[in-house]
């Protein structure tokens, strides 16, 4: 299974999560729609049918990119230069 980019996941998730936060106030109908289209992405994207599972799949998908990232990192103390 082909596996979506961790920055596009993690886009994604932060974009649902954001629209659908508990005790959000009630939302336009515009947003309703931007939810539910997330909602389907995000499902497409990590092979499960509903959303829950999906955010299940993304944020365990998430956390071992972050983990894999980590140990190919070279650990010397220093942060990483960023180059405009």
Do not use: F, N
Not at 21 to 48: I, N
Not at 69 to 84: F, L, N, S
């Amino acid at each position: 299974m082909l596996m979506p980019h961790p920055a596009v996941l993690r886009r994604l998730v932060d974009e649902y999560e954001a629209l659908t936060r508990p005790g959000s106030t009630a939302q336009p109908p515009q947003a309703q729609a931007q939810a539910r289209d997330l909602a389907y992405t995000l499902c497409v994207s990590t092979g499960t049918r509903d959303v829950r599972h999906a955010l299940e799949t993304a944020h365990q998908w998430l956390e071992a990119a972050s983990a894999a990232d980590a140990a190919i990192r070279p650990q010397t103390g220093k942060e990483p230069q960023v180059y405009a």
